[in-house]
């Protein structure tokens, strides 16, 4: 894996270390999207599309569990709570971060 720069609020929490608690730093999400992100972004690389920074709690979200109807307009009403269960899954939601990116500040 190369180096790259990815932009973040500069008040949004440092990394975790991997398996810890996820703290919305954003790392991950801006640096690629999870498969559900790749299909509402329309990449594979770089930040994804749905991911949000929410300034009163000073953290990064995933608006594809939040807010999944602010990325994917229009999108059929039976497919919302599936599609919410899948970017949980994919964001490892409760299960620690599964990112092992280094991340230097600077």
């Known amino acids: 894996m190369g180096h790259r720069v990815i932009h973040l609020y500069t008040e949004a929490p440092p990394k975790p270390a991997p398996g810890a608690a996820c703290n919305g730093c954003g790392v991950c999400c801006a640096w690629q999207p999870c498969p559900l992100g790749m299909l509402v972004s329309g990449r594979r690389h770089g930040a994804c599309a749905a991911l949000r920074w929410q300034a009163d709690e000073r953290q990064y979200r995933c608006a594809m569990v939040s807010e999944p109807e602010a990325v994917w307009p229009g999108m059929p009403a039976a497919l ?25 500040v600077g």
Request: some cysteine.
């Open 80 to 104: 919302r709570a599936p599609l919410m269960r899948l970017a949980r899954r994919w964001i490892a939601s409760g299960a620690g971060c599964d990112s092992g990116l280094e991340v230097h």
